[in-house]
């Protein structure tokens, strides 16, 4: 049978539950039927796949691919994703690096069908990695079902690492999160940013993203998300903002936004 994720509370008193819950629930979920067979097939059957064009030839195995890097969508566009795999990443112009959407990037990079003349598929660890990563997607994808803002919150922690681990300037690290879907949407409210932004130039959208940052968290730098607490902060400061959108419709987003700061103990500082 499949375990459905327990989520009986929205906004802060949600997070804390799910926070509190969520190792025993992520457990159950894993050892759910589907989760179990789809994970038990890719883990038997991975090491056999030695190109882009093995991969996306068994629905199988790409679903868990894809579904390890939040890109389940895109199942039926194998043209697309054989493009991305087999472009690799070391090259400048690969598709890869080309793409705003930078989860297509972390895909490549993982496989490495087009980085070497060995794919990652054939190493060892090769599948625990890609399977762990499947099981909490779609944990992320069932707790999303229920409330979508819970499944973006979900998300920080792992997201975050991985663009903080790169090797790039700090203008570099905020482009990154603003190619990041889910992410982009997790700053953005935080901030309190419309999703508009989007229609300026880079440059601009860049400047407002570091200008905002400094505002709320006292520093435009990344690297200040390292900090759990500070991490926990973005979480909670984006959760509050979003639940103030829905629960103060005949509000402005600004007043409803301060309520919820004061009533959460946060005070006027942070908006």
């Known amino acids: 049978m499949n375990f459905q994720p327990v989520l009986p509370f929205a906004g802060l008193s949600g997070w804390s539950f799910l926070e509190r819950t969520r190792e025993r629930q992520q457990e159950a979920f894993n050892s759910s039927t589907t989760i179990e067979r789809d994970t038990e097939y890719f883990r038997e059957n991975i090491s056999g796949i030695t190109s882009a064009a093995d991969l996306v030839a068994d629905r199988r ?3 868990v691919a ?9 199942i039926n566009n194998k043209y697309f994703i054989r493009k991305v795999l087999e472009d690799g990443t070391l090259e400048t112009d690969a598709l890869a690096n080309r793409l705003a959407d930078k989860r297509y990037l972390a895909l490549s990079k993982a496989f490495g069908f087009g980085d070497f003349s060995v794919s990652n598929t054939q190493l060892s660890d090769f599948p625990d990695k890609i399977i ?3 099981q909490n997607r779609q944990f992320e994808i069932s707790i999303g079902e229920q409330n979508s803002d819970m499944r973006l919150a979900l998300g920080v922690q792992r997201d975050l690492d991985g663009i903080l681990a790169k090797d790039t300037t700090e203008n ?3 482009f990154s ?3 990041t879907p889910t992410l982009r949407r997790v700053f953005e409210t935080a901030l309190g940013l419309p999703s508009s932004l989007v229609v300026v130039s880079l440059d601009q959208q860049l400047k407002v993203f570091k200008d905002r940052a400094e505002q709320i968290f006292g520093s435009s730098e990344l690297s200040q998300f390292s900090d759990p607490e500070n991490r926990e902060k973005l979480t909670r400061l984006f959760l509050i903002r979003s639940d103030a959108t829905t629960q103060f419709s005949g509000t402005s987003p600004g007043a409803a936004a301060v309520t919820l700061l004061q009533n959460a103990g946060y005070g006027t500082s942070l908006i």
């Open 132 to 134: 762990s990563a499947f």
């Open 66 to 74: 894809l579904g390890a890097f939040g890109l389940d969508d895109d």
């Open 172 to 174: 570099g690290l905020w």
């Open 177 to 179: 999160i603003m190619g």
């Open 61 to 63: 195995l790409l679903s």
